[in-house]
């Protein structure tokens, strides 16, 4: 799962897969920080472009981009952003933003409890 949050309209968008994401947010638009990329459990993401994205007059190519979650990313989680989001798209019952909460703080709580701790990449 792959939440994209979109920055003009705050919106945030539930995908089942990075695929989805990529093919719905267009690339000269992630370019421009028109969308923000956050893994299943909150974490930030960040589009690494294989083919820039590229305006030249009215033309505009998308390029090419993948996701990968930044470990080192100074960038806010995406419960902290979780209050300024104005719409959820998403399929229920993760269609508003106390479920999306609700999911995150139950996943962070669950694996303090358990003594777990993410995966480096998610780290």
């Known amino acids: 799962m792959i939440f994209a949050y979109a920055t003009d309209e705050r919106t945030l968008m539930i995908f ?3 695929n989805d994401a990529v093919r719905y947010c267009e690339g000269w638009d992630v370019s421009e920080g028109g969308w923000l990329f956050f893994a299943a459990d909150g974490s930030p993401m960040e589009a690494i ?3 820039p994205a590229s305006k030249n007059g009215w033309v505009i190519s998308h390029g090419f981009y993948s996701l990968r979650i930044n470990a080192e990313s100074e ?3 995406l419960l902290a952003l979780l209050p300024q989001v104005v719409a959820v798209q ?7 933003v106390a479920a999306i909460e609700g999911l ?3 996943r962070s ?8 701790r993410p ?5």
Not at 90 to 96: K, S
Not at 109 to 116: E, F, I, K, Q, V
Not at 119 to 123: E, F, I, K, L, V
């Open 104 to 106: 995150l703080t139950s």
């Open 109 to 116: 709580t669950g694996m303090a409890a358990s003594g777990l």
């Open 75 to 77: 960038k806010t989680q």
């Open 90 to 96: 998403g399929e229920a019952p993760l269609n508003t």
């Open 16 to 18: 089942p897969t990075e």
């Open 119 to 123: 995966p480096a990449a998610a780290r």
């Open 49 to 51: 472009f294989s083919e």
